[in-house]
């Protein structure tokens, strides 16, 4: 029965998008059932059987007068026709009524409101268009008080509407608040987990009310993926991204024919107008602003497009659109905000003073975070950290297994009906078969050829092998500009399928014990890399071994990146390795493994790409492999000196969780994001199964260290540390009190002058000094923010603490320390020779004994011989064989 109604919508919406009286269409549907051939001759017939010569039923351009009468014909049914399904769960006292027209109201319509050439292709536009009408008469919605009086009906209306078109049993927590506040016409604030159902909060409000729900969102490849969902639920959808020549998609939305438009934040603010005309059309139910972090400077994702966002709740509002009874909520989601992040973007969108804030846990139960040292940089690396992977698929396709995983999508395209794609006549590439990516040199030095590639995207520069990363990301992610999606009929399988958490947020600890032995259910693997450059080698290195892998970034040709798109939904990639660019909001249930290859440049972007594993509910693992004896680096982008000094804060904050030792990963993920964890523990992540090290007592090291900064500052009032504590030689005693001690030399003057400390490795200092700052013994003693305290400056309880009797010191010794440890080699980064060559005044005297004994003797130089099998290698040859002339 569902699936007639969704038929007959859709068959009903095409008929009258080719031009026909929404009355004849429905007449004729009702008659000879969903059959697009059948209902097209039955009006055909029909016209050609009425002796009065209504011309008008078949008509595209009729009269004016014709036209009027179509609009009137078509506006008295247009709620219960285009929505049958939907309507069917309004009873007559539900909130949101369809206003009542007129015959005036409706004969009034001025049909020059319709967008440029849309009035012909699609009669009803603007059927409730009635400036004219009373507020009465144009009230979309019953009272305030009806609203309350109806709550607990709306709420079993939306459960039924979850279990209809999406097939879940109950709404969570958060999703009823969300609407509850869109009920009472609140604007909202939703803070919930990645893969939670955020989706859901703005998608029911289109079903309810048969109104437009609008969503901004930051990426075409976004929106594409949700409107595609959409039209599996049965529910038209349609995406207008920023690019587009053709407008036909958008004047349909703007003439009301889909319940969810997806726009991105450019497009939206130029149609302002035409969204005044919608909303007192066909209604605008809700503005949805997706993914909202994006608003925010302090944010990962910052677009300054968003910022001009507020012009939403500047315009739709009641006192400022007299058609309006209320003003049109704005519900505002992300799933990863801190604390003024959110700040901000209640500003910035001059959201209202009573905007309810809905937050959720961030607590993912089902993740398994761990951390692993890699110098992630050659093929070396990828052998030692991906071997488990490639084995994992491989042995799959040896016991004979078809795909990786069982393929629970329908074919993608047989759910777009139409792509509008400015772009969609070029032909999409196989896949790269990195492979074949040889290395030629060409007439201009040197190029990448993709034999499978279209002529025009034939050349993979030496661009692409940049080490760039992949930065503030384009709307127009995809090559498909706009796109629309009539819904099919929604899913059958699942209805009524449990909601898909088996794994409860409160399940005690033995159960979660459980969980630490569940093998993995395969499915695919996401690895995201810092640089362009990495998507490339990855990919190739598992290619080789028989892994189905694509690269994605944003410099690749579009039709490529579409193709990666699709085949990851279909599931027949088994890993995609991806830069930044790849994925915001992507919801595929089964994605098993997400990879981290390098330090992300935050906890927000690290959380929402790790959030993207496990949201069937099972156990997925997020893993994050860096270089932990190395201080992270941000990668080059433009900022202003705000941004660098936050973008510093943010990466400073995500070395210290690949840092941590001690304290369980998914806790302080969640409590990075303000929210109090209430467990002591996830028992999943490393650090939870395999405990934390044993504590040590470093009082020694540190009362050193403490010196050894102090003493600089030993003229400011502590007499009892003063630059005769013997780390400081008398010669420079006066100079060095007044510069700002840097931490690499304190250490190599610790380690000079004692002896005991000599195999501490400078990355164990770096850890010691990171773990005193965080205790609040030290900090930055300049302006700059940096990842790593490099001019460390004693604090007010630092100088407590030395002055203080001789009380243990212990601490739990961070990965670097025990790194450091492991790889403990006599001045494993000095030679004997070389230590003290940090300090200046130590240089400055071996560099005048040097002198003074003559020149040293010049080394040989190692030449090496150019590897012509690379481009480099090639270009190094010529260059010498010039040189050489
Ligand atoms: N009440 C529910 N019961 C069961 N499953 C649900 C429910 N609500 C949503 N889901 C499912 O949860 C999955 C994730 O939904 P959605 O994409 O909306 O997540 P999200 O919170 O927007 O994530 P992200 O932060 O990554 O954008 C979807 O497959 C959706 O169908
Ligand atoms: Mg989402």
Redesign the pocket.
């Given at each position: 029965m569902e699936g007639d109604y969704m038929a007959s919508d859709r068959v009903i919406a095409e008929l009258v998008g080719m031009g026909f009286e929404f009355s004849n269409v429905t007449e004729a549907v009702k008659a000879v059932g969903p059959s697009m051939d059948s209902a097209l001759e039955y009006i055909l017939n029909d016209t050609r059987r009425k002796s009065d010569g209504a011309s008008s039923s078949t008509c595209l351009a009729g009269s004016t007068k014709s036209l009027r009468r179509r609009s009137l014909s078509s506006s008295q049914s247009l709620g219960k026709l285009r929505q049958p399904s939907i309507m069917e769960h309004l009873q007559s006292g539900c909130r949101p009524k369809w206003r009542k027209i007129t015959t005036e109201s409706a004969a009034s319509v001025p049909l020059s409101t319709t967008l440029e050439g849309s009035t012909e292709s699609f009669p009803f536009v603007n059927v409730n268009s009635n400036p004219a009408s009373t507020p009465e008469t144009s009230s979309l919605y019953t009272d305030y008080k009806d609203v309350e009086d109806l709550g607990s009906d709306w709420e079993q209306k939306s459960q039924d509407i979850?279990n209809k078109h999406?097939g879940?049993?109950?709404?969570?927590t958060f999703?009823k608040e969300a609407l509850s506040a869109w009920f009472m016409y609140k604007d909202c604030l939703v803070l919930?987990?990645?893969?939670?159902?955020?989706?859901?909060c703005f998608q029911i409000p289109a079903l309810l009310t048969g109104k437009v729900v609008v969503v901004i969102s930051p990426l075409i490849s976004l929106m594409h993926d949700?409107c595609l969902?959409l039209a599996k639920h049965g529910i038209s959808a349609c995406f207008l991204g920023s690019g587009q020549i053709d407008r036909s998609v958008e004047q349909k939305a703007m003439n009301g024919m889909y319940s969810i438009v997806y726009v991105c934040p450019e497009t939206v603010v130029r149609l302002i107008k035409p969204l005044q005309n919608l909303a007192e059309g066909r209604g605008i139910a809700l503005f949805a602003i997706?993914?909202v972090h994006c608003v925010s400077k302090w944010g990962h994702d910052f677009r300054p497009d968003y910022r001009r966002l507020s012009i939403l709740r500047e315009t739709f509002r009641a006192d400022n659109l007299k058609f309006l009874k209320f003003d049109i909520p704005l519900m505002a989601?992300?799933?990863t905000a801190t604390v003024c992040v959110r700040d901000d973007i209640l500003k910035s969108l001059c959201m209202s003073k009573e905007t309810k804030i809905i937050l959720t846990s961030f607590f993912r139960p089902n993740l398994r975070f761990s951390v692993k040292h890699s110098r992630t940089s050659s093929s070396y690396s990828y052998e030692k950290d991906f071997h488990e992977l490639v084995a994992t698929y491989t042995k799959e396709k040896s016991s004979g297994k078809a795909n990786l995983v069982h393929n629970d999508h329908e074919d993608v395209h047989s759910i777009v009906n139409t792509l509008s794609v400015d772009s969609m006549s070029e032909p999409v590439p196989d896949a790269i078969d990195y492979d074949s990516l040889s290395e030629s040199d060409d007439e201009t030095g040197m190029s990448l050829e993709c034999s499978s590639a279209t002529p025009k995207e034939k050349k993979l520069s030496v661009e692409y092998l940049e080490d760039e990363r992949d930065d503030i990301l384009d709307v127009d992610d995809l090559d498909v500009s706009c796109g629309e999606f009539h819904g099919q009929s929604p899913f059958k399988s699942s209805i009524g399928c449990e909601?898909?958490?088996p794994y409860d947020l409160h399940s005690g600890p033995e159960e979660r014990l459980k969980l630490q032995s569940r093998t993995r259910d395969e499915g695919p693997t996401i690895i995201y890399v810092p640089t362009r450059k990495e998507t490339l080698s990855i990919a190739k290195f598992l290619s080789k071994f028989g892994v189905k892998a694509a690269a994605y970034n944003a410099k690749l040709p579009k039709s490529h990146l579409r193709q990666v798109h699709r085949e990851f939904h279909e599931n027949t990639l088994q890993v995609v390795v991806a830069t930044v660019a790849f994925g915001?909001?992507?919801?595929k249930?089964n994605v098993r493994r997400i990879i981290h290859y390098g330090w992300p440049q935050s906890l927000e972007a690290y959380y929402?790409e790790a959030?993207?594993a496990g949201?069937d509910g099972k156990v997925a693992d997020c893993v994050l492999y860096a270089n932990l004896l190395r201080i992270p680096t941000l990668l080059p982008s433009q900022r202003s000196e705000e941004q660098t000094k936050q973008a510093y804060k943010m990466l400073s904050d995500c070395f210290r969780y690949g840092m941590r030792t001690s304290s369980c990963r998914a806790k302080t993920l969640v409590e990075y994001f303000g929210e109090k964890f209430n467990q002591e523990k996830c028992f999943l992540c490393d650090v939870c199964v395999k405990g934390p090290p044993a504590v040590e007592n470093l009082r020694s090291e540190v009362m050193i260290f403490m010196q050894a900064i102090a003493s600089y500052y030993g003229e400011k009032g502590f007499p009892n540390i003063s630059c005769d504590a013997g780390i400081i030689q008398n010669s420079v005693r006066q100079r060095r009190c007044t510069e700002k001690p840097n931490l690499k030399t304190l250490i190599s003057r610790i380690r000079e002058q004692h002896l005991e400390f000599t195999l501490r490795d400078l990355s164990w200092w770096r850890g010691l000094a990171r773990v005193l700052e965080d205790k609040g013994f030290i900090r930055e003693g300049d302006d700059m923010t940096r990842v790593q305290i490099k001019y460390p400056e004693p604090t007010e309880m630092g100088l407590e603490l030395l002055r203080s009797e001789d009380k243990p010191f212990y601490i739990y010794p961070e990965t670097d320390m025990l790194l450091a440890k492991e790889d403990r080699k006599p001045y494993s980064s000095f030679t004997e020779w070389g230590k003290g060559w940090a300090d200046p005044e130590i240089r400055r005297q071996r560099l005048e004994r040097m002198r003074s004994r003559g020149k040293p003797k010049k080394r040989k130089s190692r030449k090496h011989k150019p590897d012509m099998k690379t481009v480099r290698g090639r270009l190094a040859a010529k260059l010498s064989k010039k040189t050489a002339y």
């Open positions: 979850l999406f879940y049993l109950s709404l969570k999703q919930a987990a990645t893969g939670s159902g955020k989706s859901l949700q969902k997706d993914e989601l992300t799933a909601s898909p958490e915001m909001g992507i919801d249930s929402q959030g993207r949201r």
